[in-house]
C-alpha cells in the first residue's frame, strides 16, 4: 500500500516537472477595459507612482513600506516597496512615456520570488470611451513554470489586473 502511493506521488511530481519544462521561457499577461473618460484623465493616474493606491491591487497593503525617488511622473519615477510576504519586495519604475497613450514600466522583484518584468499600459480613444490594456511580461525561470503549473499564478496575476482596471475605471470616472 505504502509503494503504491509512493510511486503514484513521484509519478505526480515528475509529471508536474514535465508539464513545467515544456512551458515557454516567457509569460505574458494581457487584460483590458473600456473607460468612459478620455486617456488625458486615465494616463497621469498611472504615470504618477503615487496615484496608484486609489487603484492599484498591489499598492493597498497598509502596512507597505514605501519609498518614492525621482520624478513625481514619467521616465525616473520609481516606488520601492515593502510588504514583506503579503505584497513582496521590490522596485516599479518608469522607463518611457507616449503622453497619452502609453506607460512603459520595469517592475523587479525580490521577495517573495525575484522576477524582472516589464509592464505596459495602453490607453486607445474609441468614441466616448478609452480601451485601457495593462500588459506585463517577462522571463519565466524553470521554478516560475513550476509554480504556475500548480497554482495558475497567471489566473490570480490576471485577476489582481481585472480588480485594479475596475478601480481604475472607477477613479478616472469620478
Not at 525561470?141 to 489586473?161: G, H, L
Amino acid at each position: 500500500m505504502l509503494t503504491t502511493i509512493l510511486i503514484v506521488v513521484v509519478v505526480v511530481i515528475v509529471a508536474t516537472l514535465i508539464y513545467a519544462s515544456l512551458q515557454p521561457d516567457t509569460f505574458s499577461i494581457t487584460r483590458s477595459i473600456a473607460i468612459t473618460a478620455p486617456p488625458e484623465r486615465i494616463f497621469p493616474l498611472v504615470n504618477d507612482l503615487r496615484s496608484h493606491r486609489q487603484w492599484s491591487p498591489f499598492d493597498q497593503d497598509v502596512a507597505m513600506k514605501r519609498a518614492y525617488s525621482g520624478p513625481e511622473s514619467g521616465p525616473g519615477a520609481t516606488f520601492a516597496f515593502d510588504g514583506g510576504n503579503k505584497s513582496g519586495v521590490g522596485t516599479l519604475a518608469v522607463t518611457d512615456v507616449q503622453a497619452p497613450s502609453r506607460v512603459m514600466m520595469s517592475l523587479k522583484m525580490t521577495k517573495p520570488l525575484a522576477c524582472d518584468n516589464v509592464v505596459e499600459f495602453a490607453f486607445v480613444p474609441h468614441g466616448a470611451t478609452t480601451q485601457t490594456s495593462w500588459t506585463m511580461r517577462g522571463p519565466q525561470p524553470f521554478i516560475a513554470k513550476v509554480m504556475n503549473s500548480i497554482f495558475r499564478c497567471d489566473k490570480m496575476c490576471a485577476r489582481q489586473f481585472d480588480q485594479g482596471l475596475a478601480a481604475l475605471k472607477a477613479a478616472a470616472e469620478r
